[in-house]
């Protein structure tokens, strides 16, 4: 594929990823670009379709619920990757971590003394008005203080090539097992490029997850059982619940699977109750409890806040983090 950018309508005024200004191939993606080259468009069609059998035999979805598929729509990937360097990620994820703890610090703040509204630099109209403040949260201090044991961020790029973050996802974020799929699927179609392109592993996140959340579990000599939550098989992204409680080694259940007796949450089993330390949700905040917060919902487990509140089960993300979702408060926060 000699002329593969000859056709490439390279606009002012935009920030193209693969070309700099002067239409020159960016460094960090020349191995890609010189892999591709080398293909010929008969070539790239195969590793094409290879991608989507692939993600069809392991029955990767997104349900779309206005889509006739339904539950059973396939999930799309493209065979070519978004490529970052190495030092503009650095940079990246430092201001995501920074944002990530501040986004904490805030939530420590609404469910707590309450300054940032006090001292007018939140609104109270904006944060009491939002669904996702929920006021039987007031007061509950999670293990650590740590509110937000996942958090995801959509950026998107300005003209001249910063991010932008459009949207922060602190209640329930989803996205980091369809990741981990999309790096094995493009792996296996592209081994060559994926190999000489040296891809950073996502290991790690996992890693750090999974030794926070037994750290954080409230008990004393016993291992910590965790689970992940889900709504069930229609939730739009039930897929990725699976992929992550197997990665995990989590048992996956479903409100019905758990029940609360003396504030301490158990899953049932056939041979009797188990202790539950920890819940991994993916469940949004006020369908949690249909004791203390949503009254009509028949997916979350009745008092679980108050074994919370207790402090006898840890919840990852904490129960009204969903606030932090406000599109209004992105004016508010740097």
């Known amino acids: 594929m000699p002329d593969l950018l000859d056709q490439y309508p390279l606009s002012e005024g935009t920030y ?32 094409q379709d290879l991608l989507t059998r692939q993600i069809q035999e392991n029955g990767v979805t997104y349900n779309v619920y ?30 995501i971590a920074q944002r990530a ?13 309450q300054t940032l509204i006090a001292n007018g630099l939140l609104p109270a109209e904006l944060v009491f008005g939002h669904n996702n403040f929920l006021w039987p949260c ?38 980091a097992g369809y990741a981990l799929e999309n790096r094995q ?23 750090t997850l999974q030794q926070t959340l037994a750290r954080q579990a409230p008990t004393s000599s016993e291992a910590p059982l965790v689970v992940l939550l889900t709504p069930g098989r229609f939730n739009e992204s039930y897929f990725e619940h699976l992929y992550l409680a197997r990665q995990l080694g989590y048992p996956l259940v479903e409100g019905g699977d758990l029940t609360v007796r ?25 369908f ?6 949503r009254t ?15 402090g006898n089960v840890l919840v990852a993300n904490a129960l009204g983090s969903g606030v932090l979702e406000s599109p209004g408060l992105l004016g508010f926060l740097p």
């Open 138 to 175: 007031q007061g509950v201090k999670p293990p650590e203080g740590t509110f937000l044991h996942m958090y995801a961020v959509d950026l998107a790029r300005t003209p001249d090539g910063r991010w932008w973050v459009t949207a922060d996802r602190t209640q329930a974020p989803s996205g």
């Open 66 to 95: 206005a889509d006739p598929k339904g539950a059973d729509r396939p999930w799309e990937l493209d065979l070519l990757p978004h490529i970052i360097a190495a030092d503009e990620w650095q940079h990246v994820a430092a201001g």
């Open 101 to 113: 703890r501040l986004l904490n610090a805030v939530l420590a703040d609404l469910y707590g003394p």
């Open 262 to 286: 003396d504030a301490t949450v158990y899953l049932k089993t056939l041979s009797g109750l188990r202790r539950v330390h920890a819940i991994m949700r993916r469940l949004d905040d006020d």
């Open 16 to 47: 193209h990823e693969m070309l700099d200004a002067d239409g020159a191939v960016r460094p960090h993606w020349r191995r890609l670009y010189e892999h591709l080259r080398r293909s010929t468009s008969a070539q790239l069609i195969q590793r």
């Open 185 to 207: 699927s493009v792996a296996r179609a592209l081994p060559e490029t994926y190999r000489d392109l040296q891809v950073r592993h996502l290991s790690g996140f996992f890693d």
């Open 288 to 293: 949690c409890d249909p004791l203390e917060l």
């Open 296 to 310: 009509d919902s028949a997916l979350g487990v009745p008092g679980l806040l108050e074994a919370v509140r207790q």
